[in-house]
């Protein structure tokens, strides 16, 4: 009587375990975003879904109406006016503002010269001055010589720092 020999019982590569460990260590990486976008997208859609489904009443208190709310606002002519405005600004302005902004990052690219240098300017300039115009305006309102609240009593506005609080040491100091 001849028998087969048993199976090779098949043993895992050095790849196969590679493979493996450089899957787990992808699922690692992505596990943050994916928690976070779980709890802060996912879960509350899935949430708002849910409550869509029932009708909450002050008298009659939460019933389930199924898809009745959904039947009530597709019926309703001011819903489907809203709808149809926002695909149409949709449809015009995400168009409109990739082919801008395009342009605008080839002309960058391709300008090496000072212009280049000026555009850039002034497209970040917008994110500089606020905080610029915000220390000025705060300078010139607490200013003790010549600020509007210098007018009022001198109890109301806050004492002159003496020079020592014009160091970086004291100044650091105080920022704490």
């Not at 809203?82 to 015009?92: A, D, T, Y």
């Not at 970086?168 to 920022?175: E, H, L």
Request: hydrophobic residues 50%.
């Amino acid at each position: 009587m001849n028998s087969a020999p048993p199976p090779e019982r098949r043993t895992r590569s050095r790849s196969d375990k590679m493979n493996a460990r450089r899957a787990r260590t992808g699922w690692l990486f992505i596990a943050p975003f994916g928690i976070v976008f779980v709890a802060f997208l996912l879960a509350p859609l899935a949430y708002a879904l849910y409550l869509s489904l029932f009708t909450k009443g002050l008298a009659t208190g939460t019933r389930f109406s199924g898809l009745e709310n959904y039947l009530r606002a597709f019926s309703d002519p001011q819903f489907l006016k809203g709808v149809w405005f926002v695909v149409r600004f949709s449809l015009v302005l995400i168009p409109v503002q990739m082919a801008v902004s395009l342009a605008a990052a080839l002309v960058l690219d391709h300008l090496t010269t000072r212009l280049a240098r000026f555009s850039r300017l002034m497209i970040f300039l917008p994110y500089a001055v606020p905080a610029v115009i915000g220390a000025l305006m705060w300078g010139f309102l607490y200013s003790p010589t010549f600020g509007p609240l210098s007018s009022f009593s001198p109890c109301s506005t806050p004492p002159r720092p003496s020079c020592s609080a014009r160091t970086t040491s004291s100044t650091a100091f105080s920022m704490l």
